[in-house]
T-cell receptor
Framework: QKEVEQDPGPLSVPEGAIVSLNCTYS??????FMWYRQYSRKGPELLMY????GNKEDGRFTAQVDKSSKYISLFIRDSQPSDSATYLC????????????FGKGTKLSVKP | GAVVSQHPSWVICKSGTSVKIECRSL??????MFWYRQFPKQSLMLMAT?????????EQGVEKDKFLINHASLTLSTLTVTSAHPEDSSFYIC??????????????FGPGTRLLVL
């Protein structure tokens, strides 16, 4: 079993839809959870960062972490064509190394 | 803030030549930088962790003599692909951790360097 599992999609939704992106993980030692957005041929851009169970909201984005179920989600409200990108979840153990384990990424397409 | 640059953004080279890629943190100091490789439709694969002033730590399966990493300052790390071959063609991305931030686990990524070896 891989440490981080993420459905690669692709996921296609109409403009204005609510998007739900998910990752599951197997190692309960993960302490930090992040979502990155990566446009084609660009480096990933940090969207959300959280380290506790529950919800964290930032504009149209909500990150949700359920440590008991080892499950994290990213919700995008009122999706826009500019949200079309690949979304990567990432998890870290903390400590001095700071290595992150990435999911494979979900490719999202928002149609106008 | 937290901007990371990479140079060059793309490079085409002949098989057998060496290519150097620079990664710079522009507005913060980074004791740790990471080098990733990403093949088409694949996720990021960590190649090595670069610590300022010490030897890099390579992931299993990554040849340290082929991928030379130097982290000479708190704002610059370089990756040199020595004797590049077509199978080394990929998208190379660096990231950096901002030592001044409380969210130290956060990594900020550069825009990537696309390498094509002919």
């Amino acid at each position: 079993q891989k440490e981080v599992e993420q459905d690669p999609g692709p996921l296609s939704v109409p403009e204005g839809a609510i998007v739900s992106l998910n990752c599951t993980y197997s190692n309960s030692a993960f302490q930090y959870f992040m979502w990155y957005r990566q446009y084609s041929r660009k480096g990933p851009e940090l969207l959300m960062y959280t380290y506790s169970s529950g919800n964290k909201e930032d504009g149209r984005f909500t990150a949700q972490v359920d440590k008991s179920s080892k499950y994290i989600s990213l919700f995008i409200r009122d999706s826009q064509p500019s949200d079309s990108a690949t979304y990567l979840c990432a998890m870290g153990y903390g400590g001095s190394q700071g290595n992150l384990i990435f999911g494979k990424g979900t490719k999202l397409s928002v149609k106008p | 803030g937290a901007v990371v640059s990479q140079h060059p953004s793309w490079v085409i080279c002949k098989s057998g030549t060496s290519v150097k890629i620079e990664c710079r943190s522009l507005d913060f100091q980074a004791t740790t930088m990471f080098w990733y490789r990403q093949f088409p439709k694949q996720s990021l694969m960590l190649m090595a962790t670069s610590n300022e002033g010490s030897k890099a730590t390579y992931e299993q399966g990554v040849e340290k003599d082929k991928f030379l990493i130097n982290h000479a300052s708190l704002t610059l790390s370089t990756l040199t692909v020595t004797s590049a071959h077509p199978e080394d063609s990929s998208f190379y991305i660096c990231s950096a951790r901002d030592i001044g931030l409380s969210l130290r686990e956060t990594q900020y990524f550069g825009p990537g360097t696309r390498l094509l070896v002919l």
